[in-house]
């Protein structure tokens, strides 16, 4: 989440039922927020518990995924359903694409819908940082659903912002956004068992220790946390994979706002863009060689990186540099823009642009100062995914930085997240007799039955047409007795 908070207070180890407000106190976002994890965690483990890791209602079981191939094996009402939808979009299905039908899925407890039937290609980030596919005819595949939740600001949804206030933003939103995606060239599950929803590297935090005197009076300019003011540090890794030789392993970057300070893209031509704004005030805005990414609703896990080489103020307009081996920048009509929802987000490190794409290249147990005495680590033998990020809240009042373990002693912690949750849906293998296999792989259930008695006859309901000691689940039945006896 990159909104801007002062810190994120949940942990579901802590086993909180509940926050309990009381008179008289300052209200804090934390609180807040910790209200709503601690419900939506209890809900979600529900599910989980209910449905398993992933399933959906049986009468509308969404995401059921159809290919040229696998069309002739459809029930003769999915068939139907299947050519209305392709006789409206005006267009067939290729060997090298799906169909994704509409409905309702539950995933490690989020609740995923598609409203509309989409194609895989047609999908937000396709082809997902992967080479796409020519044809699936000849190839085993497995479909898979990866879900996670994602923050929206109000620069990504102005509806969010209430104009009344003069352009000011209040609170943020979460979404759960899901992808379809493919492993392609398979003779099992084992590789979909085998994805994890979070990366392997970890990472600890400290405050910068006052060395060389022990007398209280005297602390070394170089000691604790310095800043001005209290920060929450974000470290996000820019580039998946392996620590290795600088320039070809993972990066990341850092922000000491979370990651929260952005700037809407009304239109672009390469290098040169018009912003909805420039932010608030000084602390906020843009200046020349600050580090920005762009982001929109069909990047991956992390944008382009790129560095601000010029800001013409009066009318909100700035030029990009871009670092060495740098993809170029999309051009955006102003329809584009406002329908991907593009946005430059602003970061603090120090990138070089002639290395790590001007990100920081990943260095493993060494400790690395971010900026005012923060520091951080990270521990030997990590596997990093772009996007995975921690959290780190910088205090001036004590000095400290909130980390797991003791002062000396801080604990390396996986990624803060963002959590994936991944689903099967679908897998094609061929066998022995040069057949296909098709397997639809999701977890349909069916609804409990609703038993409605009539109290005042205590017999049949002409109404609703339910009958006093009919079944109460699915496949049996109720015996009168015990009936009678609830």
Known sequence: MKGDFSRDSYHAGSQYSRVLMQQGRVQL??????????????????????????AGPAT????????AESRASLSPERAAEVDAILKAEKGELGDDDLLILPGRYYVGGLPVEAGDAIRYRAQGGFPFGETPPDSLRQRNWLAYLDVWEDYVSADQDPYIR?????????????????????LLDIDDRSAFDALVGLG????????????????????????????????????????????????????FKWSRDNGAITFPVLSSNG????????????????????????????????GLLAQVAKVQRDDLRVE??????????????????????????RWDHPGDPAKAGGAIAIAEDVEIELEAGVKITFEQ???????????????????????????????????????????????????????????DLRCCIQRLPCRIEDRATGGNNALTGTVKGEATRAGTAAKPEAAKKR
């Open 162 to 182: 209430e104009v009344a206030l003069g352009g000011i933003d209040t609170c943020g939103r979460a979404r759960i956004r899901w992808q379809v995606r493919l």
């Open 271 to 302: 290098n040169r863009m018009v912003l909805g704004h420039l932010g608030r005030d000084e602390a906020t805005t843009l200046v020349e060689g600050d580090w920005v990414e762009l982001v929109d609703d069909s990047a991956g896990a992390a």
């Open 29 to 54: 976002d934390s609180d807040w927020n910790e209200q709503t994890a601690i419900l939506l965690g209890y809900m979600r483990a529900l599910t989980r518990d209910l449905f398993g890791p992933a």
């Open 320 to 345: 990009l540099s871009l670092p060495n081996g740098s993809a170029p920048l999309p051009t955006y009509s102003e329809a584009e823009a406002l329908g991907r929802h593009a946005l430059l987000r």
């Open 381 to 439: 033998g990590g596997a990093y995914r772009a996007g995975d990020y921690w959290m780190i809240p910088a205090r001036i009042l004590t000095g400290e930085v909130e980390w797991p373990g003791l002062p000396g002693n801080p604990q390396f912690q996986r990624p803060h997240g963002p959590q994936h949750h991944y689903a099967p849906l679908a897998g094609r293998i061929a066998n022995a007799a040069g057949t296909s296999e098709f397997s």
């Open 200 to 251: 392997s590297g970890r990472l600890r935090a400290r405050a910068n220790p006052s060395e060389g005197s022990d007398s209280l009076c005297s602390i070394a300019p170089d000691a604790r946390y310095r800043g001005a003011e209290n920060q929450l540090y974000r470290v996000e890794i820019q580039t998946g994979g392996d620590a290795e030789e600088e320039g070809s392993g993972a990066t």
């Open 60 to 67: 509308e079981c969404g995401f059921q995924i159809v290919s």
